[in-house]
């Protein structure tokens, strides 16, 4: 593979500390390597592959300098102003924020399930939602095969999705502290808010999800609900998923057999040995976890999952390299 330049921006947080160490240990292929943060922590150190990196502040002039692919995770309002920047000096952004996910000219992409929106990109692509991304890595071989007609999530969602202001928050409230990311403690508790509440009642994250999984599964009208909770861990999303489907499903271990199957997905469904995928199992991998899998009795062809993925790594980080692996292949022709 073609050696790349790269900028990572939002390099100091947690995501942008995680794209770091999956690059590494992707042995990505980095000619020049740039590390851009805010002005608060330009001039901080960071090391890569054992080589010690200045961060820098980001600004228009950023991109001035020859790079091929740049990681962003540094919110939605510095993706708004920047990316458009970055990506009209030639650079392909992959952006982790909410920004462009929508967009029509952006396409969304979890490379297990649609590697082939990456061709279309006009200068962005964006990294999905972290919960919508385990969802569709399980989903997708399901619509396959039974295609799907309802989807009903419900999340129990890490701290670590809240930044490191989210992570301190749940450390110190253990502590007894009062929280400052989150508008009620969350040691010892759930809350059911996540993002801002929309006019419909439903949270930005709830109508993430919803977006989300339609855009990435190619079915604009699909029926989707969502309840999004954080709850109190440190590290991975859990999700409780309840699918309905058009087709019949004539045997539940075909359903097995498919998720053990799918890419970058993990089946872990003994509950006889008290198997099934769990939040500190997860925290530190790449894989995608299901299990409890089993027919939803009251309808006619439905069944419950429940999925749990490391909401830094394959919910972001690792999600965006992945990206990026398949656009410097691409250079390489
Ligand atoms: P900084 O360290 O300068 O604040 P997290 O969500 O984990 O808190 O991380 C957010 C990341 O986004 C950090 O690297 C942060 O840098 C970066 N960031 C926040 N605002 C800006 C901005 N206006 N310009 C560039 N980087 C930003």
Redesign the pocket.
């Known amino acids: 593979m073609k050696k790349v330049n790269l900028a990572v921006?939002?390099?100091?947080?947690?995501?942008?500390r995680t794209f770091l160490k999956v690059l590494k240990e992707k042995n990505f292929p980095i000619d020049n390597l740039y590390l851009?943060?805010?002005?608060?922590?330009a001039g901080t150190k960071l090391e890569y592959d054992g080589k010690e990196y200045i961060v820098e502040e980001?600004t228009e002039h950023s991109f001035d300098k020859p790079i091929d692919i740049a990681l962003f995770?540094?919110?939605g309002?510095?993706s708004e102003k920047f990316a458009p920047i970055a990506a009209a000096h030639g650079v392909i952004v992959v952006d982790n924020s909410a920004q462009w996910r929508q967009h029509p000219d952006v396409p969304l992409v979890v490379p297990e399930v649609n590697p082939e929106d990456i061709s279309w990109n006009h200068g962005i692509i964006a990294n999905p939602n972290c919960s919508t991304i385990q969802a569709v890595a399980v989903l997708k071989p399901l619509d396959d095969k039974y295609k799907i007609k309802r989807v009903v999530y419900s999340t129990y969602q890490a701290v670590s999705g809240a930044?490191?202001?989210g992570w301190n928050d749940l450390e110190n409230g253990l502590k007894g502290e009062a929280p400052k990311k989150f508008p009620h403690p969350i040691a010892g508790n759930c809350l059911p808010h996540i993002d801002v509440f929309m006019e419909n009642g439903y949270t930005k994250e709830e109508m993430k999800m919803i977006w989300e999984t339609r855009k990435i599964l190619h079915d604009p009208d699909l029926k989707v609900t969502a309840t999004t909770v954080r709850v109190p861990v440190f590290s991975s999303h859990s999700e409780s998923i309840n699918v309905e489907f058009e087709k019949p499903i004539d045997d539940i271990e075909d359903v097995k057999k498919l998720l053990a199957a799918a890419p970058d997905v993990v089946l872990v469904d003994d509950p006889a040995n008290n198997k099934y995928p769990l939040a500190i199992d997860a925290a530190g991998t790449d894989e995608v976890y299901v299990g409890r899998i089993r027919r939803d009795e009251s309808v006619e062809n439905g069944i419950n999952l429940w999925v749990v993925a490391d909401n830094i790594r394959k919910g972001a980080a690792t999600n965006a390299v992945q990206i990026a692996e398949i656009l410097a292949e691409a250079m390489d022709k």
């Open positions: 921006v939002g390099a100091t947080g947690m995501v942008g851009m943060a805010s002005k608060r922590s980001l995770s540094a919110g309002s510095t930044g490191v202001a």
